[in-house]
């Protein structure tokens, strides 16, 4: 069955500090994908990333970078220097075949940044 | 990038009424759209798949006759919530898929009843 979690349902760091959210996911496929999505205060999603099951090979895109280890099951997201508009709610998600590829969602994780 | 939007994007309503939320998908078709529903500090459940010209897809626990979902072209779907119940409260959010690793979201509609 498909499944997403995210352990952490709140981080606060300070400014410049970095954070890493962890995301674990569990499917019996080995065709899948998996996401992340920031969603602000005003609600609306934001698409981070999409990674498929058969690209292992991390991410970095500015201050973002992902950490995908198929052995673990892990899909983490890691934010240096983090900034005060980082302030959201993230989430990661999963695709599998077996889903039908709907898009499930993990928990999120809040992450609070201070000045 | 291709945009979704969805309308309106707050409603508030009396219990007992019924409330239509359109999604569209504005530059693109999609033959498949999806409906999350979100409670506060919650993480967006999956209701139900709308594929064009067919019935929706409802997932386990959801009411379908309660939620219709109407999918008639391929650039809108709509959910009406019929009876409203203040526990309806929820913020909706639709999603218009183009292939099968790619899904725009919309902006969400946020619906009070009273």
Not at chain 1, 67 to 84: D, E, G, L, R, Y
Not at chain 2, 18 to 45: G, H, N
Request: net charge neutral; glycine share 6%.
């Amino acid at each position: 069955a498909q499944k997403v979690t995210q352990a952490q349902t709140e981080i606060s760091v300070v400014e410049k500090e970095d954070v890493t959210l962890d995301c674990v996911y569990e499917t019996r496929d080995t065709t899948y994908y998996l996401f992340w999505y920031k969603q602000p205060p005003s609600g609306e999603l934001v698409f981070l990333i999409r990674r498929n099951s058969f690209d292992e090979q991390n991410e970095i895109s500015g201050r973002y970078s992902w950490n995908f280890q198929k052995s673990t099951s892990s899909f983490n997201f890691t934010i240096t220097a983090s900034q005060v508009v980082d302030s959201a709610v993230y989430f990661c998600a999963l695709s599998d075949n077996t889903g039908g590829f709907k898009t499930i969602f993990g928990a999120g994780t809040r992450l609070f940044v201070k000045a | 990038g291709a945009v979704v939007s969805q309308h309106p994007s707050w409603v508030i309503c009396k219990s007992g009424t019924s409330v239509k939320i359109e999604c569209r998908s504005l530059d693109f078709q999609a033959t498949t759209m999806f409906w999350y529903r979100q409670f506060p500090k919650q993480s967006l459940m999956l209701m139900a798949t709308s594929n064009e010209g067919s019935k929706a897809t409802y997932e386990q626990g959801v009411e379908k006759d309660k939620f219709l979902i109407n999918h008639a072209s391929l650039t809108l779907s709509t959910l009406t919530v019929t009876s409203a119940h203040p526990e309806d409260s929820s913020f909706y959010i639709c999603s218009a898929r183009v292939i099968t690793d790619t899904q725009y979201f919309g902006p969400g509609t946020r619906l009070t009843v009273l």
